[in-house]
């Protein structure tokens, strides 16, 4: 080899540690992907004490994703009992801005009196059962849609850049169980095809604004609030109706499943 080519070798074998060195700096990982959570008592953790404000408890599904797949908590704001206009009034909106990633949002139950709908069917007669659903299903036809609109049209105003997810709500009752208090199977069926109407709207709204929606219906089968291995507490509990720590799992690892990192609106 001649002196030019042994000098040249050297010089290579030389840059080879350098950019062995220096090549994984332009390839670091992108930042968490940072968000919020709005909404009802479903978004707050209800059912799961102990609470903070507005009910909420670190058993929220919006609390129990935080560090999965890049996520980061910023704001919890969903509060119990809320609706689509107590949202916006109560100041959930405030936690949004240019710089969220990420909306999680539970919201509708409470605009339709779903739980008046529950208890008419666990206390009250077959007619006061079949009515009360009725009105329920009449809400959900005619006066959501437009509420979920105005507030989806909110959220996206104040959080222009983030991605939206909505999730919905399980079905309360296994009517393969048998009869739960007061209420029979075939009205818990009534009820149940109350809960997959709702979700259908909430998915349709969802579209219309470009959001994503989750639904948690089929993990919840088989784990009504009269199964056997119930993730609905029952009727006796303080948090009745609302899904335990593992309805609440259920929750998170659906939300979980749904969300991409990076991916945004």
């Not at 080519?5 to 090549?23: I, K």
Request: contains cysteine; glycine residues 12%.
């Amino acid at each position: 080899m001649t002196p030019r080519l042994r000098a040249l070798a050297s010089a290579v074998v030389l840059l080879l540690p350098l950019t062995a060195v220096t090549a994984p700096a332009s390839s670091s990982a992108p930042p968490p992907t940072s968000y919020d959570v709005l909404g009802d008592s479903y978004g707050s953790g209800f059912g799961v004490p102990p609470y903070g404000a507005c009910g909420r408890s670190q058993s929220a599904y919006g609390v129990l994703v935080d560090g999965r797949v890049r996520l980061e908590l910023d704001d919890f704001v969903a509060c119990g009992g809320a609706t689509t206009t107590s949202l916006v009034a109560g100041g959930q909106l405030a936690a949004l801005d240019a710089d969220t990633d990420l909306v999680l949002q539970s919201i509708g139950g409470n605009d339709i009196g779903w739980s008046q709908a529950v208890l008419a069917c666990l206390a009250g007669t077959d007619e006061q059962c079949a009515g009360a659903a009725a009105l329920v299903r009449s809400r959900i036809a005619t006066t959501l849609p437009g509420r979920l609109d105005t507030v989806h049209g909110l959220v996206a105003a104040a959080a222009p850049n983030a991605r939206v997810v909505v999730t919905g709500y399980p079905r309360l009752f296994s009517p393969e169980a048998g009869a739960y208090l007061g209420a029979s199977a075939a009205e818990q069926e009534v009820l149940n095809d109350g809960a997959d109407q709702l979700n259908a709207a909430l998915r349709a709204a969802a579209e219309r604004h470009g959001f994503d929606f989750v639904d948690v219906t089929e993990r919840f089968v088989g784990h009504g609030v009269n199964a056997a291995d119930p993730w609905i507490l029952g009727a006796a509990d303080p948090g009745a109706f609302h899904p335990t720590l593992a309805g609440y799992e259920a929750y998170a690892a659906a939300v979980t499943a749904a969300i991409r990192p990076g991916r945004q609106r």
